[in-house]
């Protein structure tokens, strides 16, 4: 039996904030009234990918700013360099979301999720053995966000978080909306 069951202890765990709801889950989501959708500024056109050498320096610069809560959760720190170079190679080679300038959106060229176009990776959890698709903000928050914003985003629905920009498919750390409104 290996359904995702949602158990009340779950939805306490903090690392639930890494993992969110399951797009597949969406369906019971209320609707609201549909807000004038912000189509993506990205070009896919302008992508310039991260060579191998390259996505190796990103990771190794990012690996430095890890939250040490992500350092605890990827206890395999094997797991915790592949989810970074899944980030490093969906973003272009001259864009940093993480340590980058907050004034520029940086765009998300990886894996989005089919009903809404968000920003996605597949990562094995640690102490699971399947991967599970998660939203490229939360990971992003998880992984550095400091403690006062990720505490703040914790308090948000389980979903991809917004972004202040309005480009869902803008990955900036800086750019992930705290706001609950
Ligand atoms: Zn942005």
């Known amino acids: 039996m290996s359904g995702f069951g949602q158990c009340r202890f779950c ?61 605890e959760f990827f206890s395999d720190a094997k797991q915790l360099e592949e989810v970074l170079s899944q980030l490093a190679k969906g973003t272009d080679r001259n864009a940093d979301p993480v340590l980058g300038s907050d004034k520029e959106c940086v765009h998300w060229y990886g894996d989005v999720t089919k009903d809404e176009l968000q920003a996605a990776i597949r990562m094995v959890k640690p102490g699971e053995s399947s991967e599970s698709i998660t939203y490229v903000n939360r990971v992003l928050a998880f992984l550095f966000a400091t403690d006062e914003s990720f505490e703040k985003l914790m308090q948000l629905p389980k979903e991809p978080f917004r972004m202040s920009c309005g480009d869902q498919l803008c990955v900036n750390l800086a750019h992930i909306s705290v706001s609950t409104c």
């Not at 939805?11 to 969110?20: I, K, Q, R, W």
């Not at 807000?35 to 302008?46: D, I, L, Q, Y």
């Open 11 to 71: 939805s306490e765990n903090p690392f639930a904030v890494l993992f969110g709801s399951k797009p597949e889950e969406k369906k019971t989501r209320v609707q609201v009234a549909p807000k004038a959708k912000t189509p993506s500024k990205r070009n896919e056109a302008n992508f310039q990918r991260r060579s191998e050498e390259e996505v190796k320096e990103t990771v190794a610069r990012w690996e430095m700013y890890v939250h040490p809560r992500a350092k």
